[in-house]
């Protein structure tokens, strides 16, 4: 059974970090591009971070770019992403996702694999 487990949410104030950690099992994601989505009350998911499939290449949204990173672990089969300078507005469920292809791409649809979540909220 392929199971994609997220950890590492929880609360923190704004201008806070929290480190993310998506871990794969049942089947070794080392050839498939990763993400994190995320996706707050009331709101559709949103886009936040890609890597290929040897992390040669990252991409952001704009939200998250300069203080997001995205990384990954291929020996260890997991996924990170670190968040600097939170805010308010970061609030969400934060899912990984395992794409059927190699390279980043923003698209759902490209992923075949999901996490079912993990809550970060940050208070002002």
């Known amino acids: 059974q392929v199971q994609l487990i997220e950890s590492g949410g929880g609360l923190v104030q704004a201008g806070g970090s929290l480190r993310l950690s998506c871990a794969a099992s049942g089947r070794t994601f080392s050839s498939n591009a990763m993400a994190w989505f995320r996706q707050a009350p009331g709101k559709a998911q949103e886009f936040v971070a890609a890597?290929?499939?040897?992390?040669?290449?990252?991409y952001y949204s704009n939200s998250a770019k300069g203080r997001f990173t995205i990384s990954r672990d291929n020996p260890k089969n997991t996924v990170y992403l670190q968040m600097n300078n939170l805010k308010p507005e970061d609030t969400a469920v934060y899912s990984c996702a395992a794409s059927a292809g190699t390279g980043t791409t923003t698209r759902v649809a490209r992923y075949d694999y999901w996490g079912p979540g993990t809550q970060v909220t940050v208070s002002s």
């Open positions: 890597i290929s499939w040897n992390g040669g290449s990252t």
